[in-house]
């Protein structure tokens, strides 16, 4: 029998994004996997997605946040966009600011109405979140880095996976229909 301390037993980085994964199932199901990242899919509208963890740039942290990246076909090839979240003011209001290249505002107004700035408001701490589009290859992108779904260092050799609560999921899964749901949709 294997005996852990008061903070938990060593959590391997694959474990963690397999219990992520396991919070998106279903719709998503795992199907790939490399020694630091998992491949899901799931049916239309939603895409492709590949979990990752990254660590945590502070000095002294044992903080592994979970990276989402989402790939959607784009319908119709438009300029190439970007936009990315900020929280502003007192009450860190949730926005998208639109990259610098020409159709970045119309993506940013689009993924607005799609619903992306619900899904971050529901889920618990979302640190950064870019979406792009690439004209070139036909597909818009995304990547979220958020503490849900994160490996925690609790003590040098210990660690524990944070789990994703309900409206954690239900908020990632509003991110990710949002990007389909912008992809998808013509200027207009």
């Known amino acids: 029998m294997e005996r852990h301390g008061p903070f ?3 959590v391997k980085p694959i474990d963690a994004l397999r219990r992520a994964a396991g919070f998106l199932s279903p719709p998503y199901e795992v199907v790939g996997s490399g020694p630091v990242h998992l491949e899901l899919r ?14 945590e740039r502070r000095m002294f942290s044992r903080t592994f946040l979970l990276v989402v ?37 119309a993506w940013a107004e689009r993924l607005e109405h799609a619903g992306l700035l619900e899904g971050v408001g529901a889920m618990t701490n979302v640190l950064s979140l870019e979406a792009w589009r690439e004209a070139g290859r036909g597909a818009a992108g995304l990547r979220v880095t958020t ?19 309900p409206e954690d999921v239900q908020g990632l899964l509003r991110i990710l229909g949002a990007l389909s749901d912008a992809a998808g949709r013509a200027a207009g």
Do not use: C, Y
């Not at 799931?42 to 660590?55: H, I, N, Y």
């Not at 503490?147 to 996976?161: F, K, Q, R």
């Open 8 to 10: 938990g037993g060593p």
């Open 42 to 55: 799931a049916g239309p509208p939603l895409p492709a997605v590949t979990l990752r963890l990254q660590r």
């Open 69 to 105: 990246e989402a790939f959607a076909p784009v319908i119709v090839r438009e300029h190439d966009a970007s936009a990315s979240l900020t929280k502003t003011g007192w009450r860190r209001r949730l926005s998208l600011v639109p990259g610098r290249s020409d159709g970045s505002k």
């Open 147 to 165: 503490l849900a779904g994160a490996l925690i260092g609790t003590a040098p050799a210990s660690s524990v996976a944070v789990p994703m609560e």
